[in-house]
């Protein structure tokens, strides 16, 4: 007993030396860690092909052949020509070749399993795994599984055959260990195989149906229990009374509200209701706004903000860039004009003698409302009361970041921590959203602003720049302007924009000549805030026709005026960053373009992606589509925040109706049995006090 928690090393066939390499390429340290390392893939060992019909396109075959010559290149390469009734093939060996050599007899048939692929025009197999028929059909069963590995491995001897058989040695010494963890009622009522079986069929599947009850199990359970985790901190945290109540609308936000130039949209009144009530209720509020651009979510942001001050609270508002801060902090200044609030912006370039007031004016309770980007989290910055943190574009900011806003409480070091309405335009599939926000709230604004026309979306490639350009001139004429965008270029992980950029701002001069009137700005990354903000000034106020840029400009920046969005190299941009760098445009009354603009060498799977670019303008269609090509882990937005947990076997685009079944479980259970203290749940407790469920720093942004 107790093999569980055994280190690897001390399994047969293993050793010190395989464990340190085990250790280091795949991070599994015990047997039980070893287990828990799943195949991704099987192959069906069942199936023979012919050689005359192997393809180097399949990832793997397997053929059933005579040996007809060996040939001994020098001491570390060994060629061996084999035939089936259909054709010949060659099969090379680097490695183990006088074993091998003495091991294949001509006239001996043989089981050759392995990737073929095209040498000189030929096919060939390098390093097949070789099987005598009877070996083949008595070791294993039909369906063998592909382990994730590495070159370092292969290297090192870990083959696949050797992880099958290491995973069989874990299995048969500690199988009989592993304790169920769902209790029988949840087992019954979703049709889930027992854990031990699992284990065992995910490994060595007796069959397609087995691996299928296997796989379904193990990926409700992970679900299941990440969404446990995260409904479980919910429900504590809306069950304390930990948040500021603010029980009034206020002064400031009625002057607001009734000044306004426009009447807010259906959507925008139910999401400030819902924050309005969230505010009052005596509980934290932890809501994430999602909102496609150009909905208007500043605006909600800013009543919002009101609330807290018509309270006697202060508000920040932090944004992920300094360009943007700056235009909130324009915007806000305008809406806040009838309310008498006072507002100030804080960011990195803020000089030390702007700072001083700022700072003190913050301290003493005297500035309202604070805009800004991370220098707002810094631990200078001291509120005399911080009843609300508005989150821009949250997906930008780091996990602890967010830790550090909910420190700055009314009281600091108090543990009331203020309300937090985290925003986002990033439409995000909704298993994704339940998985990354699981906990917390969220409200949708689901509707535009009147008046808003469609974008005409098109994709060209760079032989029609000269139609652009005069289409761009006609678009200037009639007094509109135009983004001409280039994507951020990272090489070793350093930004190389610039040279890209600035040679687009020349080539784009010489289309658009000062002499003939047209004035070109240029905004990147490399830039000093200064400059940053005099040239994005120049074109926000109207005075530059054309801004040349990085996507410096993604998020949020507003310029109705502006009705071309033209975006060169567009292959290589995400979906969902297409989709926001369009949303730049269409926000004024004209009709407005966005021009994809797809290099020479653009592949097939890119061309897609423009192509549903051209076909849709639904964020929430480009999301999930996104996340269909590219799969969660690479959505944009997502990387950086990450999912709580990782998941191992489940995946959030393929499972996404487990996920739904799994949610409603776990809902379920809780509605229950909240602290889960029934004897029937004591399985779950157990697996929840697992470290990797330890998600508290996570649930603290929120
Ligand atoms: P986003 O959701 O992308 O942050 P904004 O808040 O910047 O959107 O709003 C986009 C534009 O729509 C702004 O120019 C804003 O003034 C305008 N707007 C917001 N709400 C309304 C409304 N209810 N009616 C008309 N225009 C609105
Ligand atoms: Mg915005």
Known sequence: MGELKNDIQFLPGVGPKRAALIKRELGINTLEDLIHFYPFRYIDRSSITPIASVSPDVAYVQVRARVVSRNLINIKHLSVMVEDDSGRMEMVFFKGVKWTFDRLEPGREFIFFGKPQLYNGKLNMVHPEVDSPQENTSSRGVLTGVYPSTEKLKAGGITGKVMCKLQSAAISLCLSEITENLPDSIRNGHGLCPLQYAIKNIHFPDDTRALELASRRLKFEELFFLQLSLLKQKYVRSRAVNGIAMPVVGAPFHACYNALPYSLTGAQQRVIREIRSDMASGSQMNRLLQGDVGSGKTMVAVLSC????????????????????????????????????????????????????????LASGEIGIIVGTH?????????????LAVIDEQHRFGVSQRASLWSKGPGQGSSVPPHVLVMTATPIPRTLAMTLYGDLD???????PPGRKPVQTMLIGQNRLPGMYRFIKDQIAMGRQAFVVYPMIFINEKMEDVSNVEQGYEDIVKEFP???GYKVAIVHGQQSNDEKAFNMKAFVDGRANILVSTTVIEVGV???????????????FGLSQLH??????????????????????????????LELMCSTEDGFEIAEQDMKMRGPGDLEGTQQSGLPVSLNI????????????????????LDADPSLQSPANAPLLRELRKDKYNIKDYSNIS
Do not use: W
């Open 442 to 448: 969220v409200s949708v604004i689901d509707e535009m």
């Open 375 to 387: 220098a707002l989290i810094e631990d200078t910055v001291k509120y005399k009361a911080l009843g």
């Open 650 to 669: 489940a995946s959030l685009s393929r499972d996404g109706l487990l996920l739904e079944e799994a949610r409603h479980c776990a809902q379920d259970v």
């Open 514 to 516: 000062l002499e003939e």
């Open 306 to 361: 009101l609330i807290a001050v018509g309270n006697g609270y202060q508000a920040c508002i932090m944004a992920p860039t300094e360009v943007l801060a700056q235009q909130h902090f324009a915007n806000i200044q305008k809406y806040l004009a009838p309310t008498g609030v006072r507002c100030a912006l804080l960011t990195g370039s803020t000089t030390r003698k702007e700072r001083r007031p700022l700072l003190e004016g």
């Open 558 to 572: 507003d310029v109705p005026n502006a009705s071309v969005m033209v975006i060169r190299s567009a292959q290589r």
């Open 580 to 609: 926001q760098l369009r949303g730049r445009v269409g926000r004024g009354a004209e009709k407005s373009y966005c021009i994809l603009v797809k290099d020479p060498k653009t592949g097939a799977e890119a061309l897609k992606r």
